[in-house]
């Protein structure tokens, strides 16, 4: 079994910053890439960005220049910087990542079980 478990999300003023993170944790042999997702209500899930496991990283045009994702493998956490933040930018934030679980085995999509972001003075 793999876990990913967020944490970081809450209530922030526009131009506000967050920092939210996720860490994998269980039976884990190798993690490839890693990203994070949101979703509204009504709205279908959104790429925010990934990052591969050598470092590559792909943003949504929507937070380009405002956020960052990182990752540290030595910890199988990713981090997702979220500057000058707008209201339209509330959501509920997932992350994923790509697990091979044990030598051998698949590499498999995990999901994590989501933090809210509210954005609003």
């Not at 876990?3 to 526009?14: C, F, K, T």
């Not at 956020?67 to 979220?82: C, E, G, H, P, W």
């Not at 999509?109 to 609003?120: F, L, M, N, P, R």
Request: hydrophobic share 35%; charged share 15%.
């Amino acid at each position: 079994q793999v876990q990913l478990v967020e944490s970081g999300g809450g209530l922030v003023q526009p131009g506000g910053s967050l920092r939210l993170s996720c860490a994998a944790s269980g039976s884990i042999f190798r993690i490839g890439a890693m990203g994070w997702y949101r979703q509204v209500p009504g709205k279908q899930r959104q790429l925010v960005a990934t990052i591969a496991s050598g470092g590559s990283t792909n943003y949504a045009d929507s937070v380009k220049g405002r956020f960052t994702i990182s990752r540290d493998n030595a910890k199988n956490t990713v981090y997702l910087q979220m500057n000058s933040l707008k209201p339209e930018d509330a959501a509920v934030y997932t992350c994923n990542a790509y697990v091979v679980p044990t030598p051998g085995d698949y590499l498999r999509a995990y999901w994590g079980q989501g933090t809210q972001v509210t954005v609003s003075s």
